[in-house]
């Protein structure tokens, strides 16, 4: 069973930027694992961010353009860049792990994923 930690939130201004990291206590190399990225904001349900599955990377439209998830195979560790943030973007940040996925696989819905960290805040302040 892989464990997840996430590190690297905190609180940041609008406009400023984190990285977010994501250690794994197994390998997690992007040759059998996808590893991606959640949030979830007091009152509201968890929703996807980005993710990477093999060299596709897949975000949220809320996000696109701002955010780059990447991973480093021989630290076994996946990396969330957020940049140009927003107030909107706070929230516990959560990273996820599954096994290389194809077309059918819904890659947006929480439940599709077993393998979760415990989480990192992120505070935007206006």
């Known amino acids: 069973q892989v464990q997840l930690v996430e590190s690297g939130g905190g609180v940041v201004q609008a406009g400023g930027s984190l990285r977010l990291s994501c250690a794994a206590s197994?390998?997690?190399?992007?040759?059998?694992?996808?590893v991606g990225w959640f949030r979830q904001s007091p009152g509201k349900e968890r929703e996807f961010v980005a993710i990477?599955?093999?060299?596709?990377?897949y975000y949220a439209d809320s996000v696109k353009g701002r955010f780059t998830i990447s991973g480093d195979n021989g630290k076994d560790t996946a990396y969330l860049q957020m940049n140009s943030l927003k107030p909107e973007d706070t929230g516990v940040y959560y990273c996820?792990?599954?096994?290389?996925?194809?077309?059918?696989?819904?890659?947006?819905?929480?439940?599709?994923?077993?393998?979760w960290g415990q989480g990192t805040q992120v505070t935007v302040s206006s």
């Open positions: 197994t390998r997690t190399s992007r040759y059998y694992y996808a």
């Open positions: 996820v792990a599954t096994p290389l996925f194809t077309g059918s696989f819904d890659y947006v819905r929480a439940a599709s994923y077993d393998t």
């Open positions: 990477l599955n093999w060299n596709d990377r």
